[in-house]
């Protein structure tokens, strides 16, 4: 289930205090409005009362789509995040039960459902939004930030003479025409290259899932933070 509770919060414009919805843990199953008003930020966006001025709120919570077996841990405190990562990674059944039940045929059902589930931790809501498009795009979060880092050095190749170089990547994905496509950003300007998700990148990202299957199922299945920085270490190392 969802929780959400009012708090008190001060308006950065007037200084003034009132109630905001703070949302800890959010279920899109329990609470199906979240579900799009998550993707349009509309959950996190206090309105002063005073002022009307609006101001995006910024505060941990935990993204959990049934649906889809998955959890999204949103950490803006970068010192808090090796924290929340190794909650995550050593997840079991009782974090979610109730220790004390002695129910151990309901520990097991727990422990069984939540063994599917793809647990991740991001630090921005840039990053956030984008495992959001994702999901709904339906491919494997992993093997994009893979093909992102991949197709990056072939970007730079083709854009050396303008001295392009990647720093990083971003998925998008359009819900209305179903268009996929990545973003590829300059280290020293704010110039952007992008490449709709076409045969040729779909080739890459297939035969990446060949390549570091046994990996992510393997010593890689409970990592966290999947990033550009994740995807070109398993890059470098390769396996």
Not at 46 to 63: D, G, Q, S
Not at 93 to 98: D, I, L, P, R, Y
Not at 178 to 184: D, R, S, T, Y
Not at 198 to 218: C, K, M
């Amino acid at each position: 289930m969802s929780d959400v509770s009012k708090q008190m919060i001060i308006c950065p414009h007037c200084n003034r205090t009132s109630l905001f919805n703070i949302w800890s843990s959010i279920n899109t199953k329990t609470d199906p409005a979240t579900y799009s008003q998550v993707r349009s930020l509309s959950l996190f966006k206090f309105r002063c009362p005073y002022c009307e001025k609006t101001e995006l709120v910024h505060y941990p919570f935990l993204y959990h789509q049934m649906e889809s077996a998955v959890m999204i841990y949103y950490q803006p405190k970068g010192d808090e995040l090796a924290e929340t990562q190794n909650m995550f990674e050593d997840v079991n059944a009782e974090a979610f039960g109730n220790p004390d039940a002695g129910q151990d045929e309901i520990q097991e059902m727990l422990k069984n459902a939540l063994a599917g589930y793809r647990y991740r931790v991001v630090t921005t809501l840039e990053d956030f939004l984008e495992k959001l498009a994702i999901l709904d795009a339906g491919v494997d979060d992993r093997i994009v930030e893979l093909t992102k880092a991949m197709l990056g050095a072939q970007v730079e190749r083709q854009l050396a003479g303008e001295g392009f170089r990647v720093k990083g990547a971003r998925f998008v994905w359009e819900p209305e025409t179903k268009e996929m496509k990545l973003v590829f950003f300059d280290k020293n300007s704010d110039q952007t290259a992008s490449t709709s998700f076409d045969q040729h990148v779909a080739n890459v990202y297939n035969q990446l899932i060949d390549r570091f299957s046994p990996a992510l199922e393997g010593a890689h299945k409970k990592d966290t933070v999947i990033d550009w920085n994740w995807a070109m270490e398993l890059l470098r190392n390769g396996k």
